[in-house]
Nanobody, 117 residues
């Protein structure tokens, strides 16, 4: 599975941004997807996840109510709509594919999101 994340950028606090992650190499609808982020000097943390069908979603408490994960299985793409961005959302965002039952097996290259104070 190959993952290509895009859509990062510089956004004022309170603004919105949508990240995309295009997948290839395996039937997209056969695996769950997730978004993670890593801020400078911090460990990578979970942001959101979505089931294979898209029916079930999960969010970190820090983004619940502000971020929305979705997927389009016809386009082999998962999205992360981010509203109400805060300076603490500044990080490199990674998409990941959960192909096996042991965890996230494949990772994209990351896209930088910056929301200055």
């Amino acid at each position: 599975v190959q993952l290509q994340a895009s859509g990062g950028g510089l956004v004022q606090a309170g603004g919105s941004l949508t990240l995309s992650c295009a997948a290839s190499g395996r039937t997209f609808s056969s695996y769950a997807m997730g978004w993670f982020r890593q801020a400078p000097g911090k460990e990578r943390e979970f942001v959101a996840a979505i089931s294979r069908s898209g029916y079930t979603t999960y969010y970190a408490d820090s983004v619940k109510g502000r971020f929305t994960i979705s997927r389009d299985n016809a386009k082999n793409t998962v999205y992360l709509q981010m509203n109400g961005l805060k300076p603490e959302d500044t990080a490199v965002y990674y998409c990941a594919a959960k192909v096996s039952s042991s965890g996230y097996d494949y990772w994209g290259q990351g896209t930088q999101v910056t929301s200055p104070a």
